[in-house]
């Protein structure tokens, strides 16, 4: 068969064969419009489409209904090599089927035609499970068994019985978690990409000197993002969860709002206000949680242990999601271990601060030193064969605290990448840098990495910081870069057990005068635990608690997910409330009220800019209206087609606008330049007879938002998990 394949717009294509026409795309996230699926995941729908098809042949020659058939495939990425993959192919069948058909069902996948032609590539696993729902596992090859035992600094159990424990702990909880992508570009370097099949949302990256230690290392992140619910940080539960006999935790507890709006009393300690409540501004308002946005029902807020003399102090749910992200979050094998990884990542965030902040010089560790590591320096070495100069330094600042950070050069692009990583052990530390340096990261990605500065003002800018802590692509000075050093290099050492490790960071926070607070989740059986030092560990500036709080969302979700149902007069004070917030006209909707859009659909890639116009356009406001479609035209990167709505919008607007010009005079030009389809969109909503064009009606009930449902769906099930915890007693 003959394919003819077209180029069209951007990253477009068309394939042609027969009477068929294909279009594929690539996503957002790689330059595309995401507005078709992209040709590899073409290719892995076929093989699945193709297994499907046989069954089905095989179910209508025999008369057997499909009704209660149901088949689904998962592909599984081999470390070593990405382009060797299996195809998992489970079969969900009725009791009712007898042997013969259960068997006669399953040969007819082998059938498979895709199967066939890609036999000598890919693996394909056929196999039945009870529900494709609730089946789990983790879906990875080319790892070692628990029957090898490994053991590495920093660990209570060997690598291998930390995965096992791990990945049947995610299992408990119905997460089916595939590994989607492996990179090991230098020796003993390896990272990869984990996310829940069901919910893409949730994912994690782990980092370490082997496919072990890797994996392990992301498995951990994975269930500490669940225990500390970072995975839904900033999204809406939903009414049912919102009214449920708990939202978050379930020892959580709720202060309804005062009459004049101040911080209730039980909430925070003396300590914590001083910091969060320097001038009595902070309202209780503030204070609600943007997932539940149950305003009745007060602030929800969580107790943490105050380290100092064992109080429990209550943290507003809200002050957690944020200030702090996920700093100082972490699960382990103990507890011991838990809270060193937690102390580790905030000393690594905070010197990291001051470094970039201060536009310190750091002192070269000596070579010397390095050799005693030679599995470090064939990853450094393997930097630099392929044209990166590193420079490995102490960030320890005269042996304070427990922070190296290794610093890779563009030379092709001029851009500099400073990594940082922390752990009592020197060598760890060291390794953490390295593997953070370039987890997730290919030779090309190496340069997006931004160039240095002398200008302070961007260094210094708290936005910069969060760069950093997001991916450590925020900028550094060229001062960082000094033969004249702020600090001598230190050979230091704080190692030890994990619970003398925990007492020597807890010494070093003591001794800067620093109250530590910390809360344990052990409800799926892990030991996970969260630990915030105030006004030492935040991400984001305490000011955003009143000036760029996330619970800004209370006040448009409503409207806009029920925006079809709304009257002229509430889509008049929505707009002027959207107006009043000076929120930027091209922040995502879906930011601005935590729910999360299929990216591909309207809905996806709204920004408040286009929302104001679609609403002044309901109005009749043709002048406001046409300037916010200006703006859209001038600076939003919109799909192909909703560019073209937006283009005939304007030119219509500008007719209906000049009192000189008739439209029917345009229109029949207009439709041949743009269709009838998107005339007919843009005509019927200057007349009043379209409105809200592209967005699909649905409301707080999120009906539709399969995207958001899904991740719901996922937090179903650890507040289920807290729930059965809690009832054993185990909370």
Known sequence: MEIKVNFLEKLRLEAKFDDFTVTTDQPIRYKGDGSAPSPFDYFLASSALCAAYF??????????????????????????????????????????????????????????????????????RIEVVDDLDEDASLMAVGVADQHTRTMIEGKDLPLEETIANMTAMLEALGMKIEISSWRNIVPNVWSLHIRDAASPLCFTNGKGATKESALCSALGEFIERLSCNFFYNDQYFGEDIANAEFVH?????????????????????????????????LRGSHLIDTNSGNVERGICAIPYVRQSDGETV?????????????????????????????????????????????????????????????RIVEGIQGLEAQGFPVLVKDASLGGRFPVMCVTLMNPRTGGVFASFGAHPNFEVALERSLTELLQGRSFEGLNDVPLPTF?????????????????STGVISWRFFSARHDHAFC???????????????????????????????????????????????????????????????LAFRSDILNIHALDDAQLASLVERLEDSEEDNFTDIRTLIG?????????????????????????????????????FLNFNNASVERRLFHQAMHAVLEIVLDDDLDLEDYQANLRRMFGDAVMDAVVGSVRGDVTFYGLTPTSMKLEGL????????????LHHARACSEARGLG
């Open 55 to 124: 069954v089905r042949v095989y179910c209508l020659s025999r008369d057997i209904p499909t009704e209660g058939i149901r088949l689904s495939q998962n592909n599984i990425v081999d470390p070593e090599n990405r382009y060797k993959q299996v195809f998992q192919i489970q079969v969900e069948l009725p009791d009712t089927l007898s042997e013969r058909d259960r068997t006669g069902i399953l040969r007819s996948i082998e059938r498979c035609t895709v199967k066939k032609v890609v036999q000598e590539g890919p693996e394909f």
């Open 249 to 281: 935790y379930p020892n959580e507890k709720w202060f309804r709002l005062t009459a004049d709006d101040r911080v209730p009393e039980g909430l925070l300690d003396d300590h914590c206000l001083a910091i969060y409540d320097p001038d009595g501004a």
């Open 314 to 374: 209550y943290f507003p749910s809200n002050l957690l999601e944020n200030l702090f992200l996920s700093n100082g979050m972490s699960a382990g094998n103990t507890l011991a271990e838990a809270k060193v990884q937690c102390l580790s990542e905030i000393f690594e965030r905070a010197v990291k601060r001051q470094i970039i902040e201060q536009e310190m010089a750091l002192p070269d560790v000596p070579a010397e030193v390095l050799a005693r590591y030679p």
């Open 455 to 471: 200008n302070s003002m961007a260094v210094t800018e708290p936005n910069n910081f969060v760069e950093h802590f997001i991916d």
């Open 491 to 553: 050979d230091w050492d704080f190692s030890g057990s994990n619970v003398e490790e925990c007492e020597r960071l807890m010494a070093i926070l003591e001794s800067l005068g620093k109250e530590v607070y910390m809360a344990t989740f052990e409800h799926f059986g892990a030991s996970a635990c969260r630990i915030l030092v105030p006004g030492y560990s935040e991400v984001y500036p305490v000011e955003d608690l009143i000036w760029d709080n996330t619970n800004k969302a």
């Open 595 to 631: 729910v999360e859009f299929d990216e591909n659909t309207v809905w996806g890639q709204l920004t408040i800019g286009e929302l104001k116009a679609l609403i002044h356009l309901a109005l009749g406001r043709f002048e406001d209206a046409r300037d916010l479609v200006e703006d």
């Open 706 to 717: 399969d995207r958001h449902l899904r991740l719901i769906e996922s937090y179903r099930k």
